[in-house]
């Protein structure tokens, strides 16, 4: 079946811009996650739904962030007023659900460039 | 607080050998351990996940241990080739989800 899919590939923008992200986890997959991977830096969580739950958004940097996920699918990271340091490749990943056992999936990411 | 801790940070093998890829962390409370690999470019492939309450998992020539009491998981690759050339990345899931990654291990094996 179809894996985690991530819009667009690439997205370079000019430093005060917004930009939207988008993931499409895997079909039937309740949980979903994005991360950010910084040139040179580890993973960085960012941000967890699961279900119709609250999400977990201790992971934000600032609260130029924000995700939402409509329909307990598709989910937008928006960063509003974009810098320099925002550039980094975001990554997102769906778990059948959450819990002991649950493989994350990842998309292939989206390489954010703010110039 | 959990910290994820990758040795060595990067490796350079002969093809057919074996070889192993440490990951500790700090706080033994967690639920999955799971092992990815990424190509350069790439996103993240899953290659194992050991639950919390499991010792060991192997898929192929990839084998991952889990020792929750000291803090440290394996990951043995045998007979390397130079496909499995790429970074490999550990990622302690605790309770609350909010996944820490270790920051890799670079993996280059030559022909």
């Known amino acids: 079946g179809a894996g985690v899919s991530q819009s667009p590939s690439n997205k370079v923008t000019e430093k005060g811009k917004d930009v939207e992200l988008r993931c499409d986890p895997i079909?039937?997959?309740?949980?979903l996650y994005w991360y950010r991977q910084s040139l040179g830096q580890g993973l960085e969580f960012l941000i967890y739904f699961q279900g119709n739950s609250a999400p977990d958004k201790s992971g934000l940097p600032s609260d130029r962030f924000s995700a939402e996920r409509t329909g307990g699918s598709v989910s937008t990271l928006t960063i509003q007023r974009t810098q320099q340091e925002d550039s980094a490749v975001y990554l997102c990943?769906?778990?059948?659900?959450?819990?002991?056992?649950?493989?994350?999936?990842f998309g292939p990411g989206t390489r954010l460039t703010v110039t | 607080k959990q910290e994820v801790t990758q040795i060595p940070a990067a490796l350079s093998v002969p093809e057919g050998e074996n070889l192993v890829l440490n990951c500790s962390f700090t706080?033994?409370?967690?639920?999955?351990l799971q092992w990815f690999r990424q190509d350069p470019g790439k996103g993240l492939t899953s290659l194992l996940l050991?639950?919390?309450?499991?010792r060991e998992q192997t898929s192929g020539r990839l084998n991952a241990s889990l020792d929750k009491s000291s803090g440290r998981s394996t990951l043995y690759i045998a007979a390397s080739q130079p496909g499995d050339s790429a970074t490999y990345l550990c990622?302690?899931?605790?309770?609350?989800?909010?996944?820490?990654f270790g920051a890799g291990t670079r993996l280059f094996v030559k022909a």
């Open positions: 990943a769906s778990s059948f659900s959450q819990g002991v056992g649950y493989e994350q999936y």
């Open positions: 990622a302690v899931i605790p309770g609350g989800f909010k996944t820490i």
């Open positions: 706080d033994s409370a967690i639920y999955n």
């Open positions: 079909s039937g997959h309740t949980a």
């Open positions: 050991i639950q919390s309450s499991q």
